[in-house]
T-cell receptor
Framework: AQSVTQLGSHVSVSEGALVLLRCNYSSSVPPYLFWYVQYPNQGLQLLLKYTSAATLVKGINGFEAEFKKSETSFHLTKPSAHMSDAAEYFC???????????FGTGTRLTIIP | GAVVSQHPSRVICKSGTSVKIECRSL??????MFWYRQFPKKSLMLMATSNEGSKATYEQGVEKDKFLINHASLTLSTLTVTSAHPEDSSFYIC?????????????FGPGTRLTVL
């Protein structure tokens, strides 16, 4: 079974600092991986996705993630944090067989002014 | 494109009553929709897969008689929480599946906050 692990349930960074949210995956086949953002009392918004093309994926709002097979990782980064980035972030992996998404436990990002 | 709506966004009900939540794909047809439940400060847990014109497939541990799912058209799936109790209070999110490129992507609704008194 496929799974993702997000290290760090809470991450705090200063405004303007680098954002790094960690996600490691477990999959017996080449995975499709996703990062979603959730603002309070809202649904999920897709930030970016890896679908076996370029290993460095650029998403919305200045975020990007790099797929590293050797490290089984798909960490999310943003060079300079903005106050509006404060939210919950979820990493997810797609099961091709049943097309279900399995989500990580989430990382709450806090931006310090 | 690929917009999914949910109605209502918030609902408060008394214990023992039933509540219906609608999930609509506004600009595309979705043969498959998914229903998730999210507890406070927790991740999303898949409850069931809703297929148009057939019975829903429930995940292990989800009571199908309590959480009734109907997917009567290609743009609408409904989740009915029957005889709701306080422990059913949660954030319910749906997604609708659409083909994008090499795979079927899920597009998420804005969620419904259910509070059972």
């Amino acid at each position: 079974a496929q799974s993702v692990t997000q290290l760090g349930s809470h991450v705090s960074v200063s405004e303007g600092a680098l954002v790094l949210l960690r996600c490691n995956y477990s999959s017996s086949v080449p995975p499709y991986l996703f990062w979603y953002v959730q603002y309070p009392n809202q649904g999920l918004q897709l930030l970016l996705k890896y679908t076996s093309a370029a290993t460095l994926v650029k998403g919305i709002n200045g975020f990007e993630a790099e797929f590293k097979k050797s490290e089984t990782s798909f960490h999310l980064t943003k060079p300079s944090a903005h106050m509006s980035d404060a939210a919950e972030y979820f990493c997810a992996v797609l099961d091709f067989g049943n097309e279900k998404l399995t989500f990580g436990t989430g990382t709450r990002l806090t931006i310090i002014p | 494109g690929a917009v999914v709506s949910q109605h209502p966004s918030r609902v408060i009900c008394k214990s023992g009553t039933s509540v219906k939540i609608e999930c609509r794909s506004l600009d595309f047809q979705a043969t498959t929709m998914f229903w998730y439940r999210q507890f406070p400060k927790k991740s999303l847990m898949l409850m069931a897969t809703s297929n148009e014109g057939s019975k829903a497939t429930y995940e292990q541990g989800v009571e199908k008689d309590k959480f009734l799912i109907n997917h009567a058209s290609l743009t609408l799936s409904t989740l009915t929480v029957t005889s709701a109790h306080p422990e059913d209070s949660s954030f319910y999110i749906c997604s609708a599946r659409a083909r994008t490129g090499s795979y079927n992507e899920q597009f998420f609704g804005p969620g419904t906050r259910l509070t059972v008194l």
